[in-house]
């Protein structure tokens, strides 16, 4: 295995690098910042500037970061991290001293040639709330969207792991990655002595100069366990009038967020079907002009935050409604990942089919968009499915 070359005394943030399989293989847990998409993978090592807490906007706080970043060697750093999803609250957000960049790990030829096995699982499982707790949470939603007050909340239940070994972090990100090769890959060191890892299907807002999109997703369905039950359950979701709903919720908020800072916004008139390993969605890709052209990536991310598939309708009763429901506080989970660079381009997914993990555990979370004729059973069994993305990779057999 060779390491991509840095030095203690290395203070460079922008190296050029061509192998994104490498970058994959010479992650290290806890010194480095690892995210890959399908337009490229970054590794980043150490701390060259960190996003401080304050009263101050976050995106105007990273970019006082970036700019602090700023050298001759180093004209426009990135600051690469996670938000929480309570935005206000410390971010894991920093500048590094070094930044490696490669295309797409799909489109590197050594990638996925060595997927490490996973060792045979053993320790313990505890969700919070167990399926029963959970679906009565959901009968509790439904009950809330019968007064009116709300149209749809995204209800979570998290699921503690707790390994009777060292959970081996690098293997975990390659199975991810593996896994999803179309996801957003990531693990990046999230405070306490955690590291976020997941794979997110989910993309808040990519903006490169003027033009900006964002890939909406709501309405799911757990991948069939063969091919004829997977088409039966891609088809039920195509056609399903409740998920439909729940993506139109969506769909409408984000235009309604994006619409003051473009000129132009492109939609499909309906949302196509999306896999990823675990799941199927509805997924709607919105592209827009931007008519500030200084608004930067997180700006943008922070106007959308939180949409509906995260949170819910409208934002303020939903929060109420998670705040009074989950039993567990979200920390990261639904928040952002990503990163950006000084001149605002940059990329945030939301931070779904994840875990924080120390050293031996892993706190899983999975969510569900609950609306109108939602059933609290499906929705537990969604929930379930989504765990599968993280599970799998750490070898537990649910
Ligand atoms: C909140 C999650 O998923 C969101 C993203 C896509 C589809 C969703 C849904 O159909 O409910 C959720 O809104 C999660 O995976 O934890």
């Known amino acids: 295995m060779t ?7 290395d203070v460079t943030t922008d190296r050029r690098y061509s192998a994104a399989d490498e970058l994959l293989r010479s992650y290290r847990p806890a010194t480095d910042r690892f995210f890959a998409s399908p337009s490229g993978t970054l590794l980043a090592r150490g701390v060259r500037a960190a996003v401080r807490h304050g009263p101050e906007p976050l995106p105007v706080r990273v970019r006082s970061a970036l ?4 050298t001759d060697r180093t004209p426009v750093p990135v600051a690469i991290g996670a938000v929480p999803f309570h935005v206000t ?14 295309p797409a790990l799909a489109a590197d030829p050594a990638f996925a040639s060595v997927v490490p096995p996973s060792s045979a699982w053993r320790g313990r499982l505890r969700p919070l709330p167990g399926p029963e707790g959970y679906a009565s949470a959901v009968e509790a939603v439904l009950e809330l969207l019968r007064s009116g007050e709300l149209s749809k909340v995204v209800l979570a239940r998290a699921l503690d792991v707790t390994s009777d070994r060292d959970l081996d972090l690098p293997g975990l990100l390659r199975r991810l990655a593996v896994s999803d090769p179309a996801a957003h890959v990531f693990a990046v060191p999230s405070g306490g002595g955690r590291t976020l890892l997941g794979a997110s299907p989910e993309l808040l807002v990519a903006r490169r100069g003027r033009t900006v999109t964002t890939v909406l997703l709501a309405g799911s369905r757990p991948r069939g366990a063969d091919p004829r039950q997977d088409a039966q359950y891609a088809a039920e979701l195509r056609t399903s009038d409740k ?9 409408d908020a984000a235009l309604e967020a994006l619409h003051p800072h473009c000129t132009h916004l492109d939609r499909p008139p309906v949302p196509r079907l999306s896999a990823t390993a675990t799941m199927w969605h509805l997924a709607t890709a919105v592209t827009g002009t ?19 598939a995260v949170c819910g309708t409208p ?3 939903a929060q109420r409604a998670i705040r009074e429901l989950e039993r567990f506080d ?13 001149h605002g381009d940059g990329e945030w997914a939301l931070a779904i089919r994840c875990a924080e993990a120390t050293s031996r555990t892993a706190r899983l979370f999975a969510g569900a968009g609950i609306v109108a004729g939602s059933c609290p059973q499906a929705e537990t069994a969604e929930t379930g499915a989504k765990f599968a993305t993280v599970l799998r990779a750490l070898g537990v057999q649910p």
Do not use: N
């Not at 390491?3 to 005394?9: I, Y």
């Not at 700019?67 to 700023?70: D, E, F, P, S």
């Open 330 to 342: 979200r920390g990261m989970y639904t928040g952002l990942v990503g990163w950006e660079d000084l």
């Open 89 to 102: 609250e410390p971010c894991a957000v920093a500048v590094p001293r070094v930044m490696y960049r490669a």
């Open 290 to 308: 931007l008519a500030d052209e200084h608004i930067t990536a997180l700006a943008l991310a922070c106007a959308l935050h939180p949409t509906p």
């Open 315 to 317: 934002t303020p009763a």
């Open 3 to 9: 390491a991509p070359p840095s030095s203690p005394t």
């Open 67 to 70: 700019q602090a970043a700023r």
């Open 243 to 251: 998920d439909r709903r729940e993506h139109t919720i969506l769909v």
